[in-house]
């Protein structure tokens, strides 16, 4: 396999490069990174026409390379490229993100469209995981010099740190079978099964199925009834005292109030929307991972 590199210097980079190799004819893009540059390769082949969206390889250089070590994938660059070339392409879901963002937590590296003075309309994909609340505000505060020295395992310690002075997120949740107004803790749309560095919040999800996995963790009033939220954590109820776990094809947010954006990270990146829609576009593209991963459903 005849092989260009592309070096990313800023946001974005990887998702230009990505749509300019699609444009041209490259059979794959290989995304050297971690989830982040994930991401933005999956946005650079989603903006492709179907017919032009090249096979995504990925070599997991990053921290926490949650979406690399869920399929499967070899963790040493040499393995990795070689896997790009052996493995067969298999067919995986893509979730795309209708948002409104305030103009003034509007980040340029996005496309966005203005339809008022003070929003924005944001398009944008993933693939692995949206957090909102707690998980993505240990995401997005976690310095980048402990993410290096520790990997995933810096998550964890921001996390720890957090939950003593934990803070509720309110909002409404709207899907094909109900509406509900929450005080959530953390909220999790898993197209993929593990974020933040190995946390598993959807550990019945399938990459193909055409589903969302959505976890609810509710806020709680005492840290006496913590460890209950340990135990549900174990096994994850539909419908327990913490923890609400269910699948849709389509889901909507909303912060309430709504200029109380919720932290949020989509495969890693933070974002901050007002509200937002979460749907399932099915066997979108195409990664060059196992078969007989655990993530792809028979």
């Known amino acids: 396999m005849d092989l260009t590199v592309r070096v990313t210097w800023e946001e974005g980079d990887a998702t230009v490069f990505t749509h300019q190799a699609g444009q041209e004819g490259f059979t794959h893009v290989i995304a050297g990174g971690g989830d982040g540059t994930v991401n933005e390769v999956v946005n650079g082949i989603m903006r492709l026409p179907r017919e032009q969206r090249p096979i995504m390889g990925v070599v997991p250089l990053g921290s926490a390379n949650d979406f690399a070590r869920s399929i499967g994938l070899p963790l040493a660059p040499q393995q990795a490229l070689e896997a790009v070339c052996e493995l067969e392409p298999q067919a995986i879901d893509a ?52 993410k290096r020295l520790l990997g995933g395992g810096a998550y964890s310690i921001m996390g720890a740190a957090k939950a003593w002075r934990h803070r509720s997120y309110q909002g409404r949740l709207n899907w094909g079978d109900g509406e509900i107004d929450v005080s959530l803790l953390l909220l999790a749309l898993g197209n993929g099964r593990q974020s933040g560095g190995g946390q598993v ?98």
């Open 95 to 146: 979730v795309l993100i209708n948002a409104t963002q305030s103009k003034s937590s509007f980040d340029t590296a996005i496309n966005g469209i203005q339809d008022s003075p003070d929003h924005f309309h944001v398009s944008q994909y993933y693939i692995n995981m949206l957090t909102g609340g707690f998980g993505a505000e240990v995401t997005s505060s976690t310095p980048k010099r402990l």
């Open 201 to 298: 919040l959807a550990p019945r999800a399938s990459l193909n199925d055409g589903y969302l996995d959505v976890l609810m963790v509710h806020d709680f009033s005492s840290i006496a009834r913590l460890p209950r939220l340990m135990e549900e954590l174990k096994s994850f109820p539909a419908d327990g005292e913490f923890l609400s776990y269910f699948a849709t094809r389509r889901i909507t947010v909303t912060s309430q109030p709504m200029e109380a954006c919720w932290p949020l990270t989509l495969d890693g990146e933070t974002r901050h929307f007002e509200a937002f829609t979460a749907e399932v576009e099915p066997l979108a593209l195409s990664v060059a991972m196992r078969a007989d991963s655990a993530l792809l459903a028979p």
